[in-house]
């Protein structure tokens, strides 16, 4: 008996769109979950590396205090998170100065100049009092935030390099042009048993880089004044820095007979004038005005008018600018008094009463001149004695227009992870990096965490509940994902492939 089965079997697609429709959803519904759920497995185990490091206490208390102990842990634990990095053919890992890292990844084009990411693995000390969370060193995720020394300063730049190396590599990822990654230990100290280190071995072997690329700025979400949308803002260049230590001495004596003045009188008297003196306001000398006369796109009416003739109105926004202490520091030479020791009983006067302070130097200003200003115009008193310690001038300002391959690469990779960024423009880096040790390798120097930075995050540098957003890391790690990939070609034009498509 023969079998009639053609009008019970399920019709092919070009018979019965509904039906092709239905199993086209069905296939890409699953293939959507599948991905999600990589996606998500790959966050969560970054997540997890990166709460690891925090938890290794790589504090760094002064040149010669360090916990070594901890900067030996770092190393086969960056072993475990990325086994991929370790045992790649190109890729040769050194340690330098005995605990800082330096990877040479070997692109496949030798023609094209390579250029190096810097991070730092050192911390600085923290109060365990006063956070959030149990410990600054816990790495406790809260409210969708991890907290811990080295979430934003500088661990999150390191880890987040590295695993963005290691996704690329799983996917049989291998550049065309090559690069170097330099992780230093001893940043936070000045850099130079690390990053000293690593240049002085890239001179011998003759290198020499299109770009580096370090920590510094960030995208800042309404820190800028009447400015609504995100802006990426790369450091050009950052301050110069010296340290003076200022002793006055005094004969020791008993309090019911008291001196006129004593060290400490003496001594508080010449830190008020620093503090109630400033260095001048030098809006306008220096990179500080590339920033605003590029934003002048961003700004309103009539911001936008007073930032396009800056020429006329550049002393009212330097005065608008001094009045908050975050954009005080783009303007002038910074002054903070941050020890002063003096007395160890409360009736005996003390023969002597120190106080260190630190001044960041503006980019038009050196060091000889601030320490002129110090003596001969604000202090000017010869009880006070001024001893200079650490310092370095400003570093040079790093090129930043459309014909510079960084930048190329800096504005595309930003606008490709970030696209709600209203403009990427310079501007400096407040605070000091290890890039500033690089200067014999390149001219282009540029300093920037992708990490959106609001207001309420401007304390937590050096202070208290320091932390970084789980969507932020992720960011992070995507955006050295792509800035990798666009660095491949000498015009970058079109984005690459996407973390999220992993």
Known sequence: MKRVVTSQRTPFPHQDTSAWECVCTMIFSSVCVTLLKYCLSILKNALSFLKGAVRIQTVSFSPNDQNITALEEFE??????????????FIQHEVIGNYSHLFTIQGANPQLQPYMLLAHIDVVPAYPDGWDVSDPFSAEEHDGFIYGRGTLDNKNSAMGILHALEFLLRRNYKP?????????????????????????????????????LDEGSFIFDGIIPKIEKPVAVIGITEKGALDVNLTVTS??????????????????????????QPMPNLFGHGPEIMLFEQLVPVFNFPLNIIMANLWLFGPLVGWFLEQTPSTNALVRTTTAITMFHAGIK?????????????????????????????????????????????????????PWDDQTF?????????????PDV???????????????????????????????????DLPRFHGLNERISVEDYAKQVEFFFQLIQNCDLNQPTEPHTNLHEL
């Open 76 to 89: 086969p634990y960056i072993y475990k998170a990325f086994p991929v990095v370790f045992s790649t053919s």
């Open 251 to 276: 004969q020791v004596g008993h309090s019911s007979a008291p001196p006129k003045r004593t060290s400490i009188g003496i001594l508080s008297e010449a830190l008020y004038k620093l503090e109630t």
């Open 406 to 418: 960084a930048v190329r690469v800096f504005r595309q990779t930003i606008l490709d992870v970030f």
């Open 422 to 456: 209203a403009s990427v423009v310079p501007g400096i880096c407040v605070g000091n990096t290890d890039s500033r040790h690089y200067s014999s390798l390149t001219k282009a120097i540029y300093r920037f965490s992708s990490v959106v930075f609001n207001a309420d």
């Open 346 to 398: 409360s009736n005996v006067i003390p023969p002597k009463a120190d106080a260190t302070v630190n001044f960041r130097i503006h980019s038009s200003q050196s060091v000889e001149e601030v320490i002129l200003e110090i003596l001969d115009k604000t202090i000017n008193d010869k009880r006070v004695k001024i001893e200079v310690m650490d310092t370095f001038d400003p570093p040079p300002i790093s």
């Open 176 to 212: 065309q042009r090559s690069f170097y990654i330099g992780l230093g230990h001893d940043e936070e100290v000045g850099g130079k048993k690390g990053a000293m280190k690593i240049v002085a071995e890239l001179e011998s072997r003759g290198v020499q880089l299109t770009f580096v």
